[in-house]
């Protein structure tokens, strides 16, 4: 199942007795594996098993016997290899033969975990959960929920100043989430400012509009390449970049001044939706469609041709784009 059907189980306080959950977005799978295991026991009643501690046997023993001090026997098997699928069963079945046990699968990473999905079927009350990267709206909102529970007296503009401050980064916004719980202060974005520091050396939001304003990206590229982002997530930021000035120009042109609300769901710190939406003005409409089979074309390069240097193929292709475009 997908993020918002497992939500309204969640909401309807509905128990499995096994869960997985596997995906694009590495923090979500992690927060909802953490999330489960909390509303199920005290820290007392979990025992995690990360990566190498692995192991078949003691997983099977341990859910297969109650324990003597709790009511709850939960596992966390947190992996980034796949587990073959004849364990799986076997663990999940250990499951619905002690109902006082509960595993939880967090699978971490770019692994094909598909083949262990087959073992969660409604006959063995058991859930399997795919995580997608949440958009810029649903980034926000996961923000803001983790603030209501701690507490924290903000402004919206502050948490969007935060996201993008750490590039899109959920976990980096959620540990300093708590940092900033203990302040005794309406968090606003010069709070932020103050308080917390953006990951790497480059402006992402400057890079994306130096590109797109046909100014010179290379040393910003290759500094970005060398803080290690990956080149595949770079395309898909500027594509995701592009497709909002496409939707800001669009509106303007259709209805007047654009609403950040309207047209993004959120509204992002001023400065930045102020930039964005001169930018998109000055794009002609056509531009938009090219740009977008551009950055396509070269997204499908990348991953299906066999590039001896995806980084260097990547900062040639996109110095190409300012000159085509800029």
């Not at 099977?60 to 290899?81: G, T």
């Not at 990348?302 to 800029?326: C, H, M, P």
Request: glycine share 4%; net charge negative.
């Amino acid at each position: 199942m997908y993020k918002n059907e497992f939500d309204n189980h969640l909401r309807q306080n509905k128990k499995f007795n096994a869960y997985m959950f596997y995906g694009q977005s590495t923090f979500l799978v992690e927060h909802y594996s953490n999330m489960v295991i909390a509303s199920l026991g005290q820290k007392d009643e979990i025992e995690k098993l990360y990566f190498d501690e692995y192991d078949f046997k003691y997983a099977k023993d341990k859910l297969l016997q109650s324990s003597l001090f709790s009511s709850n026997n939960i596992l966390l098997i947190k992996c980034d290899k796949k587990i073959p699928k004849k364990e799986v069963d076997i663990l999940v079945e250990a499951c619905n033969t002690n109902p006082d046990s509960t595993v939880v699968f967090s699978c971490i990473g770019d692994t094909d975990f598909r083949s262990m999905e087959k073992s969660f079927t409604a006959k063995t009350n058991s859930a399997v959960v795919r995580m997608f990267s949440p958009n810029d709206n649903e980034a926000v909102r996961i923000i803001e929920n983790e603030a209501k529970k701690l507490n924290i007296n903000y402004e919206l503009s502050a948490l969007n100043h935060l996201y993008f401050m750490h590039k899109n980064d959920l976990s980096l916004c959620i540990n300093d989430l708590s940092k900033l719980s203990i302040l005794d202060e309406k968090i606003s974005s010069n709070t932020i400012n103050a308080h917390c520091f953006g990951i790497g050396a480059v402006s992402f939001e400057d890079f994306l509009h130096n590109l797109l304003s046909g100014k010179d990206i290379s040393n910003d590229l290759t500094l970005l390449l060398e803080e290690g982002v990956n080149e595949i997530f770079l395309i898909n930021q500027v594509t995701s970049f592009i497709q909002q000035l496409f939707m800001i120009s669009s509106y303007a042109r259709a209805i007047g001044a654009p609403n950040p609300k309207e047209i993004l769901g959120f509204i992002p710190p001023k400065n930045i939706w102020e930039k964005k939406s001169k930018l998109a003005i000055n794009i002609k409409p056509e531009k938009f469609q090219e740009m977008l089979e551009y950055l396509l074309s070269i997204e499908l390069e990348l991953k299906s041709s066999k590039i001896d240097n995806s980084n260097l193929y990547l900062q040639a292709t996109l110095r190409k784009f300012t000159v085509l475009f800029g």
